[in-house]
């Protein structure tokens, strides 16, 4: 129904082909460049929790914190190892800090993805179907860790959940035939 498509435009990943976005001050539409969408980019102003798992299986649990801080922030790699453990230990991660992903359950790498979104410190955090495939006590935890740790963050929420998000929301829209309407 376009929910994916709307949250993959608001991060810039796809070209819009009307109207405006509007992030901290830039204004983005189909005639917006590649470089005025680059520097919202570079900001780190836009994070983005896919609904596919991707952490980098090459990587270890901490590598995967430390590697956007140490390359996009030009953090030292102390100083970023010092805020990803406070971030695993923020996601319940921190004994798990030197496994790779393909040793984490499910529920485990969707906080490691999340952390590793906080991490930037967005403005705009964008979760779509952060609780798939998850059971009814995980998808609690997970939701609790979103509230508890992306604080006052705007958050685009796409969820099948909206008992669950319910504890998350302020404004709640509906997608339905294309065009976005507040409930």
């Not at 608001?10 to 520097?39: N, P, Q, R, W, Y």
């Not at 359950?105 to 952390?115: D, E, F, H, M, T």
Request: net charge positive.
């Amino acid at each position: 129904a376009g929910k994916t498509t709307l949250l993959r435009c608001i991060a810039l990943l796809e070209k819009i082909d009307g109207g405006e976005i509007a992030i901290d001050g830039h204004v983005i539409s189909s005639e917006s460049s590649k470089s005025e969408t680059e520097g919202i980019m570079k900001e780190s102003l836009i994070g983005f929790v896919f609904q596919e798992l991707n952490p980098w299986p090459h990587f270890t649990v901490l590598k995967n914190l430390t590697k956007p801080l140490t390359l996009v922030k030009k953090m030292s790699e102390k100083d970023a190892k010092k805020v990803a453990m406070k971030f695993l230990k923020m996601v319940g991660l921190e004994g798990r800090k030197d496994q790779f992903p393909s040793f984490l359950s499910g529920g485990q790498k969707r906080r490691l993805i999340i952390a590793r979104t906080l991490i930037m410190d967005p403005k705009i955090l964008l979760l779509d179907e952060i609780t798939a495939n998850l059971d009814h006590q995980l998808k609690s935890e997970i939701f609790n860790l979103i509230r508890d740790i992306a604080g006052d963050k705007t958050m685009v929420i796409v969820s099948h959940d909206a008992e669950m998000v319910k504890d998350l929301i302020t404004k709640e829209y509906v997608l339905s035939d294309g065009v976005l309407t507040k409930k």
